[in-house]
Nanobody, 130 residues
């Protein structure tokens, strides 16, 4: 079992930056690829970014590429989402998730589906005012 707790959300203005953190419980964090998703009011949950279990590979959605960066620190059991140049359309609840499979070695492009993740945090709200 992996338990995830997100933090770092808040109310910011367009153009500002935020860094979200997600801390995982347990000693198995480093075995799992991790992802960030978001859900805006009235919309489906959508993929934001994913990172391999080692941290050596990342993949970002086109909508955030060049503005958001996913990273992880396995020694701290933590995955991050650095968000720069925020826009009003980035307003959503942001969730981190741990992959269903350990030591996943396939293409990260397959990890855009929330069905590939078994463990989810409770979410952290990000509101970007214009």
């Amino acid at each position: 079992q992996v338990q995830l707790v997100e933090s770092g959300g808040g109310l910011v203005q367009a153009g500002d930056s935020l860094r979200l953190s997600c801390v995982a419980s347990g000693r198995t964090f480093s075995r799992y690829c991790m992802g960030w998703f978001r859900q805006a009011p009235g919309k489906e949950r959508e993929f934001v970014a994913t990172i391999s279990w080692s941290g050596g590979s990342t993949y970002h959605a086109d909508s955030v590429k060049g503005r958001f960066t996913i990273s992880r620190d396995n020694a701290k059991n933590t995955v991050y989402l650095q968000m720069n140049s925020l826009k009003s359309e980035d307003t959503a609840v942001y969730y981190c998730a741990a992959c269903s499979r350990t030591y996943y070695s396939g293409s990260l492009t397959y990890l855009v589906s929330n069905k590939e993740y078994s463990y989810w945090g409770q979410g952290t709200q990000v509101i970007v005012s214009s």
